[in-house]
């Protein structure tokens, strides 16, 4: 048989044919009284076969029969007419013509790493090609197929694509799994595309890969923590299991780094078929005078220079660039621009500029809703030129088939966490060399096109080659908690979790099998001392014991898929019969903000959100929230959900997983035997949302600032008369903080001469420190709930504060102090 011929249906011969319409009827009959109501009967089988709903086995006499349709299936896909359009755009691909290789390799290897251009065909193809083999060698149903992808959308979207590439529905032989979203194939011989995090979440079972006989693990250049770690767990993995097989995806061409961690397993490259590119850079500038530029006036600027450090300067360069561009040829251009606000603010200019002017301008940012993502790979209507404003998000995991012209800043936004300060930063920083030569690659897909790079040949020297993996930019406590649940994991029985028996003592003693050796390992380990703060934040948690043992409560809060600080909230509130506002407040922890502020609307959106914040949510970012989702709740009932997100400026889309991820968080305790089910709380609102503080108090600490008035000067240093003015700011245990701008809180409504806590989510650095998610806390909640705490005895009883009443000084910790009422003083010490 050979694959690769054009449709020759006459080299079927007529019982072939009706054999296989036969089988392909009784296939849709099965697939049609599925759809009619037996689902639920499939469900059972599935459920009674394995555990892991992937892994369908069916009975053995059957086994025939379905291999004899998976090949005639295989072979109508590879010869009928009715696939043509398919066949079609499938054979154009650069992959096609390394399809013997990459199946050679992968037949003839535990691991292969495989490298080819974005675009050329591995996330879609690849997997096929395993498959389809099989299917041709009558091996077809042992294949089941596990793809990881980093990004959700990216799961649905490819699980779509060859779902109709094979002619099929979703869902079965093609499905994808994502938080809070599934379709799983339901075929013998499958591929399953779900997200990196969902594959980790299952390997804490023992029977996690059950049944999958490849992991294909795709997109490593991106370096994401949760790819880097899968590596770690996949490298351990492949001593264990002598079947499995795994292929290991990366864009980039330099994937020596791979191989070599794999101990110099094979690589097969995939030759991309791209048009040369001319790449112009500052210093080619009196050249590109001559050729390309007209003159052209510096367009003013505008805008809020708020969550980003915009950088006005390359505003207007990339404005003139664009707009000379635009003068000449066409062709689609594709801007790098380091974020969100730099799109915002360079659409508007550009419209403004060019309005009359029939340009199509799209952002193009991975926190757009998918819809609107689209919009950047729509053609441009005719007479119009379309300019893509994207982020690092167009240099590998989108391609936009019709740029002719890309423009490079060189600049990235990257969120860093310095584990001593205990601080994120967001900054806006140059990209590395190694994306640099990726983002010039994206103008040369359908003709000869051409890179311009906003910075000179020195500056791209001085870039690093690769950017700094995430591993060593983020915090580790919920990678190292998942780390201790995968290295002793849980069989379930009866829907609950039990700890299996792997727990050998040598497994048990830090050092040999420990978190930091484990993640010793990892292609570019992170920092020791970041791996230590995040076992003595797991350890002050209360989820590993001194030893590194994963305790009962480590073992719940590694299945809640939340920061442990938020799973350990949880299962507080659960205990304390305050659960609602807890899910909320850990559902939305989970994503990005939903509230969003538009840069031309900032003020009036400022002040819907703070309109939450009141009543029982007074001075509280969390609380506010929580008002907000009960509303929409209830909106959303009334069929008005997606007006109240309008109206109130949140995100529908974001509004809709929060509520999802409540209903898994819930299931998760109730699994867990942590609540109760159908127990609705009927707990008064305003105690409900006083223990809500505790709680986030108890789980957030010690992210606590205590209020604090400053004067700080206004206008120029050098200026003759000083003036001043009177700020609030607030006293952490490592210098002044501010309230981020989003807050609900603000300077105003804070009154002076008082001193507020507050605990807060997260301390970020852009212009200034701000700390964001906070709330104000009764102090009490901070003695009794914080850790570690010690009472100084040094008090002095007597002093008052305000006219009337006892009240005690109490010192926390050396560095917060205040004052709380008598008795309940003498109580504290008595603890
Ligand atoms: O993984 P890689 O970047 O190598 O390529 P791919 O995702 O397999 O995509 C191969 C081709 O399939 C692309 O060039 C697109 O033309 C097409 N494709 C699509 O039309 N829709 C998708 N959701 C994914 C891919
Ligand atoms: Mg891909």
């Given at each position: 048989?050979?694959?690769?011929e054009?449709?020759?249906?006459?080299?079927?011969?007529?019982?072939?044919?009706?054999?296989?319409?036969?089988?392909l009827?009784?296939?849709?009959?099965d697939n049609?009284?599925?759809e009619t109501?037996?689902?639920?009967a499939?469900?059972?089988?599935?459920r009674?076969?394995?555990?892991n709903?992937?892994?369908i086995?069916?009975?053995?006499?059957?086994?025939?029969?379905e291999?004899?349709?998976?090949?005639?299936?295989?072979?109508?896909?590879?010869?009928?007419?009715?696939?043509?359009?398919?066949?079609?755009?499938?054979?154009?691909?650069?992959?096609?013509?390394?399809?013997?290789?990459?199946?050679?390799?992968?037949?003839?290897?535990r691991?292969?790493?495989?490298?080819?251009e974005?675009?050329?065909?591995?996330?879609?193809?690849?997997?096929?090609?395993?498959?389809?083999?099989?299917?041709l060698?009558?091996?077809?149903?042992?294949?089941?197929?596990?793809?990881?992808?980093?990004?959700?959308?990216?799961?649905?979207s490819?699980a779509?694509?060859?779902?109709?590439?094979?002619?099929?529905a979703l869902?079965?032989?093609?499905?994808?799994?994502?938080?809070?979203?599934?379709s799983?194939?339901?075929?013998r011989g499958?591929?399953?595309?779900?997200?990196?995090?969902?594959?980790?979440?299952?390997?804490?079972?023992?029977?996690?890969?059950?049944?999958?006989?490849?992991?294909?693990?795709?997109?490593?250049?991106e370096?994401?923590?949760?790819?880097?770690?899968l590596?770690?767990?996949?490298?351990?993995?492949?001593?264990?299991?002598?079947?499995?097989?795994v292929?290991i995806?990366?864009?980039?061409?330099?994937?020596?780094v791979?191989?070599?961690?794999?101990?110099?397993?094979?690589?097969?490259n995939?030759?991309?078929?791209?048009y040369?590119?001319?790449?112009?850079?500052?210093?080619?500038?009196?050249?590109?005078?001559?050729?390309?530029?007209?003159?052209?006036?510096r367009?003013?600027?505008?805008?809020?220079?708020?969550?980003?450090?915009v950088?006005?300067?390359?505003?207007?360069?990339?404005?003139v660039?664009?707009?000379?561009?635009f003068?000449?040829?066409?062709?689609?251009?594709?801007?790098?621009?380091p974020?969100?606000?730099?799109?915002?603010?360079?659409?508007?200019?550009?419209?403004?500029?060019?309005?009359s002017?029939?340009?199509?301008?799209?952002?193009?940012?991975?926190?757009?809703?998918a819809?609107?993502?689209?919009?950047?790979?729509?053609?441009?209507?005719s007479?119009?030129?379309?300019?893509?404003?994207?982020?690092?998000?167009?240099?590998?995991?989108?391609?936009?088939?019709?740029?002719?012209?890309?423009?490079?800043?060189?600049?990235?936004?990257?969120?860093?966490?310095d584990v001593?300060?205990?601080?994120?930063?967001?900054?806006?920083?140059?990209?590395?060399?190694?994306s640099?030569?990726?983002?010039?690659?994206r103008?040369?897909?359908?003709?000869?096109?051409?890179c311009f790079?906003?910075?000179?040949?020195?500056?791209?020297?001085?870039?690093?080659?690769h950017?700094?993996?995430?591993?060593q930019?983020?915090?580790?406590?919920?990678?190292?908690?998942?780390?201790?649940?995968?290295?002793?994991?849980?069989?379930?029985?009866?829907?609950?979790?039990?700890?299996?028996?792997?727990?050998?003592?040598?497994?048990?003693?830090?050092?040999?099998?420990?978190?930091?050796?484990?993640?010793?390992?990892?292609?570019?380990?992170?920092?020791a001392?970041?791996?230590?703060?995040?076992?003595?934040?797991?350890?002050?948690?209360?989820?590993?014991?001194q030893?590194?043992?994963?305790?009962?409560?480590?073992?719940?809060?590694?299945?809640?898929t939340?920061?442990p600080?938020?799973?350990?909230?949880?299962?507080?509130?659960?205990l304390?019969?305050c659960?609602d506002?807890?899910?909320?407040?850990?559902?939305?922890?989970?994503?990005?903000?939903?509230?969003?502020?538009?840069?031309?609307?900032?003020?009036?959106?400022?002040?819907?959100r703070?309109s939450f914040?009141t009543?029982v949510?007074?001075?509280?970012?969390?609380?506010?929230?929580?008002?907000?989702?009960?509303q929409?709740?209830?909106?959303?009932?009334?069929?008005?959900?997606?007006?109240?997100?309008?109206?109130?400026?949140?995100?529908?889309?974001?509004?809709?997983?929060?509520?999802?991820m409540?209903?898994?968080?819930?299931?998760?305790?109730?699994?867990?035997?942590?609540?109760?089910p159908?127990?609705?709380?009927?707990?008064?609102?305003?105690?409900?949302?006083?223990?809500a503080?505790?709680?986030?108090?108890a789980?957030?600490?010690p992210?606590?600032?205590r209020?604090?008035h400053?004067?700080?000067?206004?206008?120029m240093?050098?200026?003759t008369?000083?003036?001043y003015?009177?700020?609030?700011?607030f006293?952490?245990?490592?210098?002044?903080?501010?309230?981020?701008?989003?807050?609900?809180?603000?300077?105003?409504?804070?009154?002076?001469?008082?001193?507020?806590?507050?605990?807060f989510?997260?301390?970020?650095?852009?212009s200034?420190?701000?700390?964001?998610?906070?709330?104000?806390?009764?102090?009490?909640?901070?003695?009794?709930?914080?850790?570690?705490?010690?009472?100084s005895?040094?008090?002095?009883?007597?002093?008052?504060?305000?006219?009337?009443?006892?009240?005690?000084?109490?010192?926390?910790?050396?560095?917060?102090?205040?004052?709380i009422?008598?008795?309940?003083?003498?109580?504290l010490?008595?603890?």
């Amino acid at each position: 048989h050979q694959h690769n011929e054009l449709p020759a249906i006459v080299s079927l011969r007529n019982e072939e044919l009706s054999m296989m319409e036969d089988a392909l009827q009784r296939l849709h009959l099965d697939n049609a009284r599925l759809e009619t109501g037996e689902r639920q009967a499939s469900l059972d089988l599935q459920r009674r076969s394995s555990h892991n709903s992937n892994d369908i086995s069916i009975p053995k006499e059957q086994l025939g029969t379905e291999n004899a349709i998976m090949r005639l299936e295989a072979r109508k896909r590879s010869l009928s007419p009715e696939f043509a359009e398919q066949r079609r755009a499938r054979q154009s691909l650069p992959a096609w013509r390394e399809r013997q290789n990459v199946v050679d390799a992968v037949s003839n290897h535990r691991v292969v790493v495989l490298t080819g251009e974005t675009g050329c065909g591995k996330t879609t193809q690849v997997p096929q090609y395993v498959l389809e083999e099989a299917e041709l060698q009558g091996s077809g149903a042992e294949v089941h197929i596990v793809v990881t992808q980093p990004r959700r959308i990216a799961a649905i979207s490819v699980a779509e694509r060859v779902a109709w590439e094979r002619g099929e529905a979703l869902g079965k032989s093609v499905g994808y799994a994502i938080r809070l979203e599934s379709s799983l194939p339901r075929a013998r011989g499958s591929i399953l595309y779900c997200t990196t995090g969902i594959l980790l979440h299952r390997l804490q079972r023992t029977d996690g890969l059950a049944g999958v006989s490849h992991v294909i693990i795709d997109e490593v250049h991106e370096r994401d923590v949760d790819t880097d770690f899968l590596l770690v767990v996949i490298r351990e993995l492949l001593n264990h299991s002598p079947s499995l097989r795994v292929v290991i995806m990366s864009a980039t061409l330099d994937a020596s780094v791979f191989t070599r961690y794999f101990g110099g397993c094979p690589l097969v490259n995939i030759p991309g078929r791209t048009y040369p590119v001319r790449v112009y850079n500052l210093d080619d500038l009196p050249e590109l005078m001559g050729r390309f530029f007209l003159p052209a006036s510096r367009p003013a600027h505008g805008g809020s220079l708020d969550e980003e450090d915009v950088d006005v300067d390359l505003i207007v360069s990339v404005i003139v660039w664009v707009s000379q561009i635009f003068a000449q040829g066409d062709g689609a251009i594709l801007c790098f621009l380091p974020g969100w606000d730099t799109i915002s603010i360079v659409r508007d200019r550009l419209l403004k500029v060019h309005a009359s002017r029939f340009m199509m301008v799209v952002p193009l940012h991975s926190q757009l809703p998918a819809g609107e993502q689209r919009a950047a790979f729509s053609r441009a209507p005719s007479g119009m030129r379309k300019v893509v404003l994207a982020t690092n998000i167009a240099e590998t995991s989108v391609t936009i088939d019709d740029v002719v012209y890309v423009v490079d800043s060189g600049k990235i936004k990257e969120k860093q966490y310095d584990v001593s300060r205990n601080l994120t930063t967001m900054r806006v920083q140059w990209t590395s060399q190694a994306s640099a030569r990726q983002r010039q690659g994206r103008a040369g897909r359908v003709q000869a096109g051409y890179c311009f790079q906003l910075y000179s040949e020195a500056t791209f020297l001085s870039m690093l080659n690769h950017q700094i993996p995430e591993m060593q930019r983020v915090p580790l406590e919920e990678i190292c908690l998942q780390i201790k649940a995968i290295l002793s994991p849980s069989t379930v029985v009866g829907g609950k979790a039990k700890t299996a028996e792997v727990d050998t003592p040598e497994e048990s003693k830090v050092g040999t099998n420990g978190i930091a050796t484990f993640l010793s390992k990892a292609i570019q380990p992170p920092t020791a001392f970041s791996v230590y703060a995040a076992i003595q934040v797991l350890q002050q948690l209360g989820a590993i014991d001194q030893f590194e043992n994963l305790t009962p409560l480590g073992r719940a809060l590694a299945r809640l898929t939340v920061h442990p600080r938020f799973g350990k909230m949880l299962v507080y509130g659960a205990l304390l019969g305050c659960l609602d506002p807890l899910l909320t407040i850990a559902a939305a922890a989970c994503f990005r903000d939903p509230f969003v502020s538009p840069l031309n609307r900032r003020e009036e959106a400022d002040h819907v959100r703070a309109s939450f914040g009141t009543g029982v949510s007074y001075g509280s970012d969390q609380l506010a929230f929580v008002n907000a989702f009960q509303q929409w709740k209830s909106a959303e009932s009334n069929y008005r959900g997606h007006t109240f997100c309008e109206e109130n400026f949140l995100v529908f889309t974001t509004m809709r997983l929060i509520a999802g991820m409540r209903t898994q968080f819930e299931r998760t305790l109730r699994e867990a035997g942590l609540c109760e089910p159908h127990v609705q709380s009927t707990m008064n609102p305003v105690v409900s949302a006083h223990l809500a503080r505790s709680l986030l108090a108890a789980g957030l600490y010690p992210n606590i600032v205590r209020s604090e008035h400053f004067r700080e000067s206004k206008g120029m240093k050098n200026a003759t008369k000083h003036a001043y003015r009177w700020r609030l700011g607030f006293r952490g245990q490592s210098g002044r903080v501010f309230l981020h701008p989003t807050s609900v809180l603000s300077e105003k409504n804070l009154n002076p001469s008082s001193n507020y806590y507050l605990v807060f989510q997260e301390k970020v650095q852009t212009s200034q420190v701000f700390i964001r998610g906070c709330t104000l806390l009764p102090p009490l909640a901070m003695v009794l709930l914080g850790w570690n705490i010690t009472v100084s005895k040094d008090i002095s009883t007597g002093t008052t504060p305000t006219p009337n009443g006892d009240w005690m000084l109490l010192r926390v910790e050396g560095w917060l102090s205040f004052f709380i009422d008598h008795r309940a003083g003498l109580l504290l010490l008595q603890l």
